[in-house]
């Protein structure tokens, strides 16, 4: 099976969803035309189905290695990337100063969802190059800039982000690395880091990560930390690679998919490195990076179920299984279509999410909008946490579609889901992301939801004399979700809220999809996207019920039971 981008429903959400025809009106993007827009997604299409989609399983079947201290990537991955260098698609958004096309975040976006679901574990690079290329661009200094990012837009160079220590987790604030002035403006790191996302390659010329590591006169917690910019090899009088720096690869994780990423334990050991941004202000830059890699992991996970789905819908059409039907395939079975349907649909409604959340990054850079900007702050753990959620799901039902043929590993249907299944996991859990929702994100007393559930009331209302049969219960839904906001913005304990924060980011995201799938509809309502949407609407919606009563059930029940009381 080879893959193909489904260039329709993208348009579609592009200009039905994301707003991209008022993003390009603005001044910023005002190159972002239908035309080049069309133009770019047609291109990247056809990359990522003739170039990167065979790397796939040979990344997952010649893992990457390490061989001497040297990391030797799986074979046909040097061209891969050299086809997303040569294509421009690590700098889609990136600015035009520096080599970059300047294009928005939707259109960047929808790219680096092709490329994920073509092939993820190659596509992790760009991403992780447009996180550190976008902290550079907010807190580098000129210099920096003038050095790093022609490099690392041109893909000559790679960017890494290197976080986590073998003690220090999801709470940064614990980690250990330090960094000693040299007196003469760069500073020596030392220290280690783990789940280090392409630490290094043997196809780019340099490898520049981004460390977090305290200065000697640091707080403890997150505000004693500073983030420094330390290449694999320092640049020369001329900006080219010069001799090594004082780090290496310790080993690379074992892990349950990505096999062609490598994953690397760093060891650094009092490498040069420059200051990014100001000293002990560290996590403010670094968020710059960890928000652009939070939509580009929601977009993995949705490539990732897109191509899961294509997958699992190609051999459904081909697998001749059970009673005579029609077309005497399983296609013709009822739960088959069932699981098919509600894949398609999830995908659509993650993916609509995805793009709203981008378009209102773009907005809220092309415009100075207020509301825009708060928009994507809520939006972002919804868009990652569901994005991520949604390719497992997917992945695992495409697994069920082949049967017992989904658990042999030569038909590819399990590696959808090996390589899917740390998406909930890195750049914060789903935990995390919801805890983020409920807790900073209803900071404004639930201003920001309010804004957008209003919104989706009065679309459902709009929609009731055309298709009142959709337009009730996503109203209902609403209002439904709208009663909970106002329940937790209403507890002062916390973890009244943190109790039932998963739960209430899950019934937010199924009610953001079906007022998505109402949208479609209502502009084709005789289309298959309106038959999609009554499928979402009347079978996957529901759920919204039973979730919203976890979300207020409060934490009484958690606390309940003791470590005792959960050993015996």
Wanted: charged content about 20%; hydrophobic content about 45%; overall charge negative.
């Amino acid at each position: 099976m080879s893959y193909t981008a489904p260039l329709s429903d993208f348009e579609f959400l592009l200009y039905n969803v994301a707003g991209l025809d008022g993003i390009a009106a603005t001044d910023r993007f005002a190159d972002a035309d239908r035309d080049v827009v069309s133009a770019i997604l047609n291109e990247a299409g056809k990359m990522c189905r003739d170039v990167l989609e065979p790397l796939r399983r040979v990344g997952d079947l010649h893992p990457a290695t390490l061989e001497n201290g040297v990391v030797r990537t799986p074979p046909g991955f040097s061209d891969g990337w050299n086809a997303i260098a040569e294509g421009g698609w690590v700098g889609i958004s990136s600015n035009q100063e520096f080599g970059g096309m300047g294009l928005p975040l939707t259109v960047a976006t929808v790219v680096n969802e092709m490329m994920s679901a073509a092939c993820p574990s190659l596509q992790i690079a760009p991403l992780m190059s447009q996180g550190q290329i976008e902290a550079l661009e907010h807190h580098g200094s000129d210099d920096l800039k003038a050095l790093y990012l022609p490099k690392l837009i041109s893909g000559e160079w790679v960017g890494t982000m290197n976080l986590t220590e073998p003690q220090a987790g999801s709470d940064v604030g614990a980690l250990s690395a330090r960094a000693e002035p040299n007196g003469d403006g760069t500073y020596a790191v030392s220290g280690q880091k783990i789940f280090i996302s392409w630490g290094d390659n043997d196809f780019t010329e340099n490898v520049c990560h981004l460390v977090l590591a305290r200065l000697p006169d640091a707080r403890p917690g997150t505000k004693g930390i500073s983030l420094f910019l330390v290449p694999r090899n320092l640049p020369d009088e001329n900006g080219a690679p010069g001799v090594a720096n004082t780090l290496n690869v310790v080993s690379l994780e074992h892990k349950l998919g990505l096999h062609g990423s490598p994953t690397c334990v760093m060891q650094y050991d009092g490498a040069k490195g420059w200051l990014v941004g100001e000293p002990h202000k560290g996590m403010a830059a670094m968020f710059t990076m960890m928000n652009n890699a939070r939509l580009g992991v929601a977009g993995q996970g949705i490539g990732i179920a897109e191509g899961a789905y294509q997958h699992a819908l190609a051999y459904a059409q081909e697998r001749k299984q059970g009673r005579s039907t029609p077309t005497g395939t399983i296609l013709d079975h009822a739960d088959v279509r069932r699981m098919l349907i509600e894949m398609r649909a999830d995908i659509f409604a993650a993916r609509a999410i995805m793009l709203a959340c981008a378009g209102a990054i773009d907005m809220g850079r092309a415009t100075g909008d207020a509301d825009c900007i708060a928009r994507a702050a809520f939006l972002t753990p919804i868009a990652k946490t569901f994005g991520s959620e949604t390719g497992i799901r997917v992945a695992e039902t495409g697994v069920q579609v082949h049967g017992g043929m989904g658990f042999i590993e030569e038909t590819g249907a399990a590696q959808f889901y090996r390589d899917g299944r740390v998406s909930t996991i890195y750049e914060g859990t789903s935990g995390i992301q919801a805890m983020d929702l409920v807790g900073r994100k209803l900071m404004d007393g639930g201003e920001a939801a309010a804004r957008l559930l209003d919104e989706i009331e009065d679309h459902a209302e709009r929609a009731r004399t055309t298709l009142p049969d959709l337009a009730g219960p996503v109203w209902e839904a609403t209002e439904s979700l709208r009663e909970t906001t106002e329940w937790l913005v209403a507890q002062g304990d916390m973890n009244e809220r943190f109790a039932g924060a998963l739960p209430y980011l899950r019934a937010f995201a199924r009610v953001l999809g079906a007022h998505y799938h109402l949208v479609a509809a209502l502009a084709e309502p005789e289309g298959p996207r309106a038959k999609l949407a009554r499928f979402y609407i009347h079978a996957l919606l529901p759920e919204y019920t039973g979730l919203l009563v976890q979300a207020q059930n409060g934490a009484a029940d958690l606390f309940a039971l003791s470590a005792d009381d959960l050993a015996a």
